[in-house]
């Protein structure tokens, strides 16, 4: 389907909160177009539930616009009468811009059928619903095994630029292969170029786009049991082992991001290993493979590039925080509140917009 003008738009958006709201007379309340003292414009204002609302149409969901609506309507709170509620509203949110709209607690909704409006008095949340608006085919990720690379490298120091040769040597891609994905991330407009190269344009954005395409599984993940007392005591006992048997690996996820943050305890211990286990590594851990109930993952990434930017914490080698917090993405246990205080965690020590 093709997302239609602003003015059909802006009529549906109203149609879709006469639903939500329960108002059958909204389509004749709602003003289009109205600018306030300070010079703001509104594609609409209407008001419902003792509650007046400014609508913020964008003709794209993607995570650039939707930071973009995010920074005006952060730049217009102060001219908002009281009782004024900012919405967002869209053809299609996807998983990346809901994550923004989440931590800016901004109600949106979009004209494909799904909304969260969190607001005093009202509570509505309908989401799952297919994006209307998908054009033909889908495009190659910018976000792929080795494109993430791209990615992962920028996100480590989000404010510094850095030229796309640079770019290529520091993540071992062909120049070619990191013309195109920058190209993407360019389109996208996550990222821009100027006189001192690429940079990142909302590490937000790009962070989350990255997360809401990234699957774990994409890697081998083999699971399985350690006899151990706690995911502390594992992963020590893991790291102390394949250190002395010189088996290169990095923890990520659960384990990862409790290192840099103590937040919470886990079981689950998962580990990149730079190569398949052995059957003889496999006996000097202990480890025997059980799906069911599994304490330890150990994984083979789909590409070497999850091992940029390792460190050395509490004497045990972890991936870049980027990368943990993209691996928290499909973990059990209270992966997404590790999530959360990772993502913290990487605001205190000055990581940008993380």
Sequence with gaps: MKIPRESIALRMVVERLAEIFDVSELAEDINIGVRNDDGFEWDAVFAARGLSFVVEWKSSGSPRHVAGAI???ERAKDSFPDETVPLLAVPYMGEAAQALCARAELPWLDISGNARIVVPGIFYQNLGNPNQFRR???PESAFGPKGARIT???LMEPT????QRTLAASTGLDEGHTSRIVGKLLEAGLVRRGEGGISVTDSDALLDTWRADYKFDRHDVIRGHIASRGGDQLIRTISEILSRVEEPYAATALSAAWLRTSYAGFRLVTVYLANPPSARLKEELGFYEEARGANIWLVVPNDEGVFDGVEIVDGIRCVHPVQAYVDLKDHPERAAEAAEALRRWL????????
């Design 160 to 163: 510094r630029p850095v030229r």
């Design 71 to 73: 920074r005006t309507l």
């Design 347 to 354: 605001f205190l020590r000055g990581d940008d917009d993380l």
């Design 136 to 138: 033909p085919g889908r």
């Design 152 to 154: 992962r490298r920028l």
